[in-house]
């Protein structure tokens, strides 16, 4: 067995001299100086990849050199390099155990992968701890196509600080507007110099362009006979990344015209939000994931260039109030790419040991953070500066079944997120697996997330590592959600010290628990200290009656959610000749998608030109797109699977319907009010508590026709549709996520 030495191996262009200002290089060189600053530059063993072509001798002697003296690697390579080295890195991995964690710059691997018939790429993929990846949705091909350890870890650049004053009126016009790029044709730069020629056209200018970047040679000659040929756009030449973002700051716009397909998420979009600039880009499958439309700038569709022009007359067609709005959007998205908001996942990557010593022995091996696919919202809010515990913070550990994308998952998420930031030490542990898109986002924001790797059935062995957890933790709350109190209390018992224990049930009572023996568990359990907590009062109700309590026993305490992740601009109306519908939930019986469907079809026999997006995942999807197909309107049903990027499906919809059986407090019409969308929805559970009828939505029975009439009454009336939005925002401002940890503390203490 080899020793284990204290050396992190580094492969990549760093570039020491800093002679190149690529994307690729620049964030190699940025890893670097973070490793080096949080391990020392002597435990640090780098393998400088820049000249790999020409010196390839003198890079493999260097490569194996690092892989005999390191034990964790970390590795950022282009697709020659790739080709080149990972054969190498593969034999480490496989034959020396070198744990290898690769982060992947730009978005080409995907389209390797699917170019490679032999399956070598995906099998030495899968040899690494783990592929790093820019976006969710890379990371959600990638794992469709065999990869099994991609996960998402956003872009980062080191920016200067810029002064900037997001709620001064843009001077101009004219407007001073600019791209910051490789000045290359595949960058789009011909498609921004016409635009502003067109803009502009005979008269006064409306907007000047400023083009920054180093120009490729072969394109210059071609280049400067454009810029020469057009009033009003100037080169304004290459500048130093990290002072890229004050070069910037103070135009009005930055566009990104991109006609590249293997972008990934671009350096110089997270200058411009730095600068607090709206931005104007190409809508290319990855790098729009750290865009909003109408919140951080507009897109347009990447394979029309023409459309730059009219998006650009858009931008600057809309009100001081609007455009200040996205000046402050940039600047708080520009803080999920800063350097200290990603690089704590790599570091705990690399201090992470081969077991877990917390349960070693119990708990088996741990497992870095599996992918976190699609965006990326959901895409998660970026984490502040971890906040000082204060000397009366709670400790909290919050068990729960697993962390897979459901609404009590992501409840969970929400709570787990504002303790922390709060200050109170939380622990959250998931009976099953941590290989999720949940808990990539947990762990992104600072939240500390064990996996028990519980076996199927029955397993005694859980209620020993969830003591190991109590002992190594020290909690002095345990809150528990989903089926979990049957190894919860035997753990508490066994640990010994006095703990309060908060059980928060997600659904209607019998609907929570079916299980005879489990609704036993949940009895004693209230019948002996342990706190159950209801989302509403329809839930509450069904408590009391199930387990023969108090409603003065069962305190309310609502979902919340990052209410600022999901808010765009005000909706007036459907934004086309359709209505375009949207439902989040589980394709499971109690959500009643069938119903949906029918209510598709309905309005489609009607004349109404009416498509629906299903996002979420479950047994039913299959028999459900079997029945759109029957009903004729499979072409119109999206079927989007499990995702937890949903802000961007909100955004891109005019309406949600959910017309479940039963539910407690449905987390989706929360994010869809915030989100300004009404809501029709089946009077089921706590879903009245949300939806007020001609307030924010409409509630109907259980009945196609029923639905189907509230929908097209709603998306005829541009008037009732504006007023139903704005009630819906009003309403999802009463459940913030911060709202609901304040209530969850107080029931702690």
Known sequence: MRARRRRIGFIGRIDPDETMVDGQTVKTRTLYRYLVRRFGASNIRVVDTRDYRRETGRVVRELLRCLHECDDVVVLLSSGGRRTLFPILWLASTALGVRIYHDLIGGSLADDVEADPSGLLVHYLNSF???WVETRALADRLSALGVRNASHLPNFKDVDDVDVDPHAPPSGPPYRLCTLSRVTPEKGIDNAVRAVAAINGDGPPMVTLDVFGPIEPSYEERFRRLVDSVPHVRYAGRVPPERAAAAVSGHFALIFPTEWTGEGVPGTIIDAMHAGLPVVASRWRYYHEMLQDGVTGLSYDFDRPELLEATIRELLALPDEELAAMRRATLERARAYAPEAVFGEIA????????????AGEAGPAKTPGPAVGPAALAAPAPGPAAATPSDGVRVMIVIHGLETGGAEMMVLHLARELSRA?????????????????????RAGVDVVALNKAGGPDPRTVLRLRAQMRDFSPAVVHTHLPVLEYVLPAVRLYGRRVKVIHTVHNIAREETRHRVLREVNRRAFSHGVVPVALNEEVRSSICREYALPPSAVPVVGNGIDLDAFRGPQRRGPRGAGARLLCVARLAPAKNHALLLRTVARLRESGRDVSLTLVGDGPLRGALEERARELGISERVRFAGRRTDTAAFYRDCDLFVLLSDYEGMPMSIIEAMASGLPVVATRAGGVA????????????????AAAAGAIAAICDDPALYARLSAGAVRTSSHYSAEAMMEKYVDLYR
Request: aromatic share 0%; charged share 30%.
């Open 129 to 131: 701890e783990v592929n």
């Open 689 to 704: 508590e949300l939806v007020d009828d001609g307030v924010n939505g409409a509630l109907v029975e259980a009945d196609a």
């Open 348 to 359: 705990r990557a690399l201090t992470r040991p081969a077991r877990s010593a917390r349960t």
């Open 423 to 443: 200050g109170h030490p939380v622990r959250v542990v998931s009976l099953h697996g941590d290989d999720t898109d949940v808990a990539g986002l947990m762990r």
